[in-house]
């Protein structure tokens, strides 16, 4: 069994270990949310069109309320702040947006095949939502052990 959680090779450690690495990770993981809120704030008339399309009313609301979480929430995840509460508003977000826009369970032919693949591709964005804000937990306690132990 300890065979199977061996560590990472030396190189991938080394990579792992690049102080620009998760900063980066973190941005790019919203990336689609900040393209989102720019593009819903800028378009918000299509924000709203595009909310009251999926059933959601009134649109106005859930247009602000997707462009506060999108931009908000990325803003949190990217500067390491609050991640907790960004990753998981995103995360809602995201899982009313896969239930709303892939319901594939409704769907036939190809639509199915794309909202199911969508569903799916969202869920893991939730997931990769959760582990960001665990790390960043994880890395707060470690953080507060270190200066624990400074005094």
């Known amino acids: ?21 998760l900063p980066v990770a973190r941005a790019a993981l919203v990336s689609a949310y900040v393209l989102g809120g720019v593009t819903k704030l800028v378009h918000f008339s299509a924000a709203v069109a595009e909310q009251e399309h999926f059933g959601l009313r009134p649109g106005w ?7 506060v979480v999108e931009l908000g929430g990325s803003v949190c995840v990217i500067a390491n702040r609050l991640v907790w509460l960004g990753a998981g508003g995103l995360a809602c ?43 960043s937990d994880l890395d707060g306690r470690r953080g507060d052990a270190r200066s624990q132990q400074k005094h």
Do not use: Q
Not at 1 to 21: D, F, Q
Not at 111 to 119: C, E, G, I, K, V
């Open 93 to 135: 977000l995201t899982a009313i947006a896969m239930l709303v826009a892939n319901d594939f369970w409704n769907a036939a032919g190809n639509a199915r095949f794309s909202a199911t693949n969508s569903f799916f591709e969202h869920l893991g964005l939730i997931a990769a939502l959760v582990m960001t804000a665990w790390l």
């Open 1 to 21: 069994m300890s065979t199977l959680k061996a560590r990472n090779p030396e190189w991938v450690s080394t990579i792992l270990g690049w102080r620009w690495l």
């Open 61 to 67: 609301l859930w247009a602000t309320l997707a462009i």
